[in-house]
């Protein structure tokens, strides 16, 4: 398994993860407004920024694609 495989691999994770937790703070503010909780620990803000912080670090890593594709077409 080389080094692109494996940051696909990552990068799919962590966006299914980021749309997981995005989805669980949804439906927590959605039962916090009906007045019940199924997630005691986190808020549904703290849940989003979870969320944000995957989606940096694939924005960070398809950059760096983009910028060694740039280098390999222009060399």
């Known amino acids: 398994m080389?080094?692109?495989?494996?940051?696909?691999?990552?990068?799919r994770l962590f966006f299914l993860g980021a749309f997981a937790l995005l989805s669980a703070a949804?439906?927590?503010?959605?039962?916090?407004?009906?007045g019940y909780t199924f997630l005691r620990g986190y808020t549904?803000?703290?849940?989003?920024?979870?969320?944000?912080?995957?989606?940096i670090f694939i924005i960070a890593?398809?950059?760096?694609?983009?910028?060694d594709a740039v280098?390999?077409?222009s060399a």
């Open 26 to 34: 949804v439906l927590e503010r959605l039962a916090n407004v009906l």
């Open 44 to 55: 549904p803000g703290r849940l989003i920024e979870f969320a944000a912080v995957l989606l």
């Open 71 to 73: 280098r390999q077409t």
């Open 61 to 67: 890593v398809l950059l760096r694609q983009v910028r």
């Open 2 to 11: 080389n080094l692109d495989t494996l940051t696909s691999i990552v990068t």
